[in-house]
């Protein structure tokens, strides 16, 4: 972890409001004209200086005092320079607000309108503008944003839709383990597990999309399912969007398998709801874009916390043979028990977040930490810095997942958008119950069948679209024996 993570003191302090949500969304809406003059100006909002041109590149130039610094670093350093809100100019015309206060991101996503507006995955958008005839959910604003969310989310949010690949999704796990006993070395050490995880992924991934195994776990680097992963590793879009259109045409012809909730996710789009093929090839793309690395950085930074703290492993281990004694099938009614697997899905969230942050555009004109901001302001809401403050985390460094189960000594008393992996509302991540489902299965798998202490170097991660382990994920996997 960077030094990110090390407690900062805090110049600038802000009072935090004690509002209800219902209360915050009524001030939204209804924000009287003196409200607004009596706060400070946009034009007053602190920030690193801007310059002609440039704007503010300079900084990151070399010599200049962001240079070389990890994105977390940086924002904790701007958040002690500015206090919890701060303007930042990358180029003229590409300005952004940034804010630290979950008072303030409470009212960013309480202001949002019908159809919010998210200006975020700026080369996928671009991508999407010039080779394809549709924006997808990640990039698609407006209407059309809104037409395509309510055609997928009939299937993605339904919670029987997502259990019914449950079954599916066990015998992927197996697989895993079974391709990972291959790799130990005398020592029981795999080199690196990610490479794993993203194999895991992408056969999940086949079987909601595809309804077919992409033989993932075989060594031939010349597979259909390694170069499936390279796709999504190198340039994910581009490639995932090729094999997408490959398998298309004869998805169209398994209109058969679309009905109930074990239908595919192709056949389902294709056949069940109004969207063109244009629509479902972007989709899914974006799908298979945003699915893979997602679900296995989560995993090796899920492996990474419970390897370094093999209390909270035993203590997890134990609630799984408990509901799952003699590695019996996973249904759906287990996994709704397993109240400390939730808390270690959570935790791993808070201290290890795929998603660095959210991003919304203004609906309307708001008044953050005392400062005018005007409707259709691109504003960056960093929950990864908070989610490290001792101010709304008690020791939270720690990995401790008792402060997310109820009637817990240890339970959290942080703000409700402290904290928002998935984001908020509408625009929230669709395939949300998906991609926690993959993860606890595996590691319920794993755990079943292997005591895990991490042996690799220091966790180092990289942020591009998503946070990346760029460390080795090496492990030690002892046989259980249970």
Known sequence: MSKYGQRRHCHVTHKRANMTSAAVQESNRNMPDMVLQSARSFDEIPGPRSYPVIGGLVHIFPGGQFHGMHPNDKQSLCQEMYGN???????????????????????????????????????????????????????????????????????MLRPKAVTAYLPEQTIVADELLEHVRKLKDDNSEVADLRPEFDKYAAECVGVVCFNKRLQAFDDDPDSEAANFIKAVDTIMYILSTKYTALHLEEMEKADDEADGEHGDLIPYLLSKTSLSQEDVLTVISEFIFAGVDTTSHHLSFMMYLLGKNPEVQEKLSEEIQANIPNKQQITSSILSKMSYLRAVTKETHRLLPVAPGNVRTSSQDLVLSGYHVPAGKNIVMHHTWIMLQDEHFKDALAFKPERWIRNNESHHNAHPFAMLPFGHGVRSCIGRRLAEQEAQIAIIKILQNFKVEYTGEPLQTVHSITVTPISKMRFRLTERYL
């Not at 991508?127 to 299937?155: A, C, D, F, P």
């Open 85 to 155: 809100i701060y303007k930042e100019v990358l180029v003229p015309g590409m300005e952004f607000v940034h804010i630290f206060d979950p008072v303030d991101i409470e009212k960013v996503f309480r202001g949002d309108q019908e159809f919010p507006v998210r200006q975020a995955f700026f080369t996928l958008d671009f991508y999407n503008r010039k080779y394809n005839k549709q924006q997808g959910l990640l990039t698609s604003q407006g209407e059309n944003w809104h037409r395509i969310r309510k055609n997928v989310q009939q299937k």
